[in-house]
């Protein structure tokens, strides 16, 4: 057999055309970004590259990091509601028989097919105080009066519940839209997890609980990880939701963002917040793999 | 000897959808103590008997009773069984001795306890140096025996052992067989082992249930199954045998009268069938082969030699009898007690009396 | 700051999002355009008479090419990275100023629009564009108060006081997710410009939104109307034209001008820099400021007109409508927004606060 490092020409051919592919619609997109940030805003808007530092100065503002900080919260919830939510659903398509595999599969991928704006206003209709919900919480509310014994004049006045244009609508919608990131990489690694460790686990006297938790998470830690991460990063950029559900006060990094490509037209300054975003992100990596390199050379010494 | 059930199966089915009948209406028992091996050809139904035994299929139809206890509704984290899988699934994320561990935490052992046990089971399979280990740093020998020792401490009534030996080569599947068995007579506790190798079967078992297609063919001990098989499938799974056709030509004081057409009449020292026709058969070791015609009470037959096949302790001799095939396995020694022969000799093959078995069809 | 209201007959605020999400139609290469008697339209969706491409074609022999943005930063944005082959754009008040000041559009050649003699005076000199020397007006509107007249008198209506006294319709009230307008709000009320530079005057208004956001619902996407129609909320900032279409299906909704101003909201024709071909441009505009293709234009959106004569054609109850047409003297005090330059930062960073606080 021949061995790519033998064939370097052939190889880096070969190579072209997804290099070439990745630094036009990836790289240099960003390094344009990373550029403006160093710009200045014009009176008119427009973009003056030079160098300068104010925008970075003005990213670091305590408005804008207590923002980020609260977008890396809400974030950090979504995330690990998207998990909580998502491995018992990847769990139930996973252990469905053959044909509802596949339905429910289209089930979760359903919601792609519809813009996700559109999606968002849904929630509208099923959260506000006439709305779905609230119209469903009113009929228990009523009904449950009258079986014990109310007449329909003594009803006490059913208060909606406030859900929707608040954090809570915010993120009950990033939720919604993120959850199948978070279902398809699990159900991915459970549809190849040998089914033998989970018998195995209820042989040995584990209980269905334990099992899930000892062994069935730890063995599809390689998708909850990528579930993840693509939730977290598809939920820290989303902008939409919050823009739709949110109260007064629910401005998201990504919203502050948008508004800057948008309607301020300072694209330097969006520019450099994005950035950030993406330095953070850069020091959490190298943070995270100097705690792993201690981890090793800790076993090593063992 | 009186030994009490280990596990009673009583009229038990198994379907799958509509159509696949894996299991038929099985029916027996398997004692305390027991090495008892299901065997059968891929597909038989093997696995699914004992995944019903462990709990993880649902019966069809009929009862299975472990301990005197009916298993019905009984969940398998809650049955008195362990079982070791095809694919041993040992715990990747886990080493050797949280394998172990494993299932021990749940019965409420102290810390101490744990632990002390972890290490005897490690013993019992020689793994002790290994119990830092992850299951990928093993070999799949090694592995097993984890799997092994992981379902043994917890002192189950019945082990379950679902083709332990099938992933290992074939000299580590002998090592591994001898070592099962004295395992199992140092620990006491019933095994049912599931196979497709009649070789293992046979050499480890204290009694063996042939199924076929769903159906349990015959349960009996190795030699017994080997030397009086019921069936022309059972004879066949289990070994070589030479087969004819037979008539029954009715019943002397003797035994019954059988008549091999073309080749002639025999008489069986007892009473065989009572079907009018039948099936008679002869072990391939059981057939000596010469060039002069024998003389006394045997069954001779009178043909070429077809083919021969070198098998290291034996040769494996091919006999055409007028478009019958027999073969005979001939011990390769060097004191010349066999002659040699090539292909195309005239030879005479025969058999005593006692040797042929008749089956049932 | 602005986003643009929504244009046209239907509930647009879906389409508006996913216009944002890509309607643009494919656009060619220059050269084979420049060739072809053609003009090429760029507009919001649903801001177009049902007939005025197809009269256009006919009278003229010129083909349209139509294509659609969803809001004024896609349109500077594409134009100021080099015009990409449109010959005319619509530009709300702000845009028309930051265009023309970039030098992104043409002057108009009125020898070409005789129509354009139309133009009601009160329309001829906007601050935006002196002189009208580089637009035309598309369609003009306000910026008020829809509300549900069964909670709210029509006279408390009638000032953005409401917005900022949180005991009056607590949590149903929608301001309108954009810097400057919802702060020209609250600088009117002050009895500030809506325009202002002074980092006091803004920095007041920005406290005092802070201080009013416990009594207001949301800022609303542009979806004001949709809030105010569902019961939601009570008031709604929002331009006359939404509100109008949701009048028409509840009989209990209105619209207010605030006494302190209200805002002056306009769309205007343009030609922008590097057209192909700018005098196709010039007749389409000509063509639109025809009377009854203006009334026919405003009949299907259902927005005011500045064309004089084009009122005679127009559905009477929108002529007499307040909504559509306020009186002379409410016109009078409103305002229009226009580009502040470097002070944008300081109306974006009051923003910020408050919608993080
Ligand atoms: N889940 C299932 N659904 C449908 N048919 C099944 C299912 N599991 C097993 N079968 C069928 O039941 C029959 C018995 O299967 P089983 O796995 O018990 O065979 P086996 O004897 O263990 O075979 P092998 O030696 O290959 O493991 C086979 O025909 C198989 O196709
Ligand atoms: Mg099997």
Redesign the interface.
Known sequence: MQNWRDEKNEFSILMLPPAFWLVTFFTLPLVVVWVYSFGN?G????TNLGFTLVNYVRAFEL??M??LW?TVWITIIVTALCFAFGFPMAMAISFAPGKWKLRLLMLVILPFWT????RT?AWIAIL???GILNGGLKWIHDTWYSLIGYGVEEIPKFVPW?I??NDKAVVIGLVYVHIPFMILPIYATMEKLDKSFLEASLDLGSSQMRTIFRVMMPLCMTGIVSGAMLVFVLTLGNF?VA??L??????MIG??IA????????WPFGAALSFVILYATFILLWLRSIYAARLEQRDAKR | MTQSIAIKIDGVSKRYGRNVLAVDHAKFDIKEGEFFTLLGPSGCGKTTLMRMIAGFETLTEGTIEICGQDMHGVPPNKRPVNMVFQSYAVFPHMTVAENLAYGLQIDKLGKSEIEKRVKDGLEMVRMSQFSDRRPNQLSGGQRQRVALARALIKRPKVLLLDEPMSALDAKLREEMQVELVTLQHEVGITFVVVTHDQQEALSMSDRVAVIEGGVVRQIATPSELYEHPKSKFVADFIGKMTTFPGKHRGDTNAGSKIEIPHFGEFQCREIVTDSPDLVVGIRPEKIEVRRREPEGDVIKMRGKVKNIMYCGGENHVYVDVDGHEIVAYLQNETRGFHEKFQVGDDVWSYWELNDVVVLDH | ???KPNHGVSRR??LQ??A??GVSVSVGSKPAWAQEDIVNVYNWPTYIGETTIETFEETTGTRVRYDLFA?N?EL?GKL?AGNPGYDVVVASDYAVD?LR??DLLLPLNYDLIPNGDHLEEGFRNPVFDPGRIYSLPHAISTIGTGFRKSEISREDASSWGIYFDNAILS?KKSLY????LTMGIALQFLGYSVNTVEEKEIHEARDLLIAA?EG????A?D?GQDLLA???VHAALEWSGDILQVMLEDDDLDFAVPKEGGLAWGDHWAVPTGAPHPENAMKWINHVWDPRVQAEIQNTIRYGTANAAAKEFINPDDVNSPVVYPPAEVWGKTEPII?V??A??LY??A???????
């Open positions: 805003r009176p008119l808007g427009e408005v804008h207590a923002i609260k813009n996700l704006l559109i206003y506000r105080p006439r406030e929707l244009y939409i823009d739709v949110g109260g007064t006060n629910s401005l919203n502050q508004r800057q490509f948008g309607a301020a037209r300072d | 700051m602005l986003n605020t879906f999002g996913t944002a999400v809001s930063e500077i100021s930051l000041k970039q949590g997710d954009g810097s400057r956001n207001i619902l949301t800022f996407p979806s569902a019961g939601t580009d330059g470097h944008n930062r974006d960073d923003w910020t606060v408050i919608r993080s606080s």
